[in-house]
C-alpha cells in the first residue's frame, strides 16, 4: 500500500481523527495532484487544474494539527479528486 493510500485512507476515517497534521494534509493533496499556492501569512491554496477544484484554508498553528471541522470540510473535495 502507497504513502497516497494510507494517507487517504487515515483522512477518510469515520468519524473524523483529531491527529491529522497539515504536513499529512499538504502530502495527500499533492499526491492527487494539487497545486500548492502560499499566500501572505499562513493563508495557502491547493488548486486541482483538471478537476477545477480549489480548496483554500490557513495553516494551523501554533500547533500543526488539523482541527476536525477543517477535516471534514475537506473530506468531500478530496473524495472527488482522489478517488474519482
Same mark, same amino acid.
Given at each position: 500500500?502507497?504513502?497516497?493510500?494510507?494517507? !487517504?485512507? @487515515?483522512? !477518510?476515517? /469515520?468519524?473524523? =481523527?483529531?491527529? /491529522?497534521?497539515?504536513?499529512?494534509?499538504?502530502? /495527500?493533496? =499533492?499526491? &492527487?495532484?494539487?497545486?500548492?499556492?502560499?499566500?501572505?501569512?499562513?493563508?495557502? +491554496?491547493?488548486? $486541482? @487544474?483538471?478537476?477545477?477544484? /480549489? %480548496? *483554500?484554508?490557513?495553516?494551523? $498553528?501554533?500547533? *500543526? %494539527? !488539523? +482541527?476536525?471541522?477543517? #477535516? +471534514?470540510?475537506? =473530506?468531500?473535495? #478530496?473524495?472527488?479528486? &482522489? *478517488?474519482?
Amino acid at each position: 500500500m502507497s504513502k497516497k493510500d494510507k494517507l !487517504l485512507i @487515515k483522512f !477518510l476515517e /469515520l468519524p473524523s =481523527r483529531k491527529d /491529522l497534521t497539515f504536513k499529512e494534509l499538504d502530502t /495527500l493533496l =499533492r499526491s &492527487c495532484g494539487f497545486e500548492k499556492i502560499e499566500g501572505a501569512g499562513s493563508a495557502v +491554496k491547493f488548486y $486541482h @487544474k483538471q478537476k477545477d477544484v /480549489l %480548496i *483554500n484554508l490557513h495553516k494551523p $498553528h501554533p500547533s *500543526n %494539527i !488539523l +482541527k476536525v471541522y477543517l #477535516v +471534514k470540510q475537506i =473530506r468531500i473535495k #478530496v473524495l472527488e479528486v &482522489c *478517488n474519482g
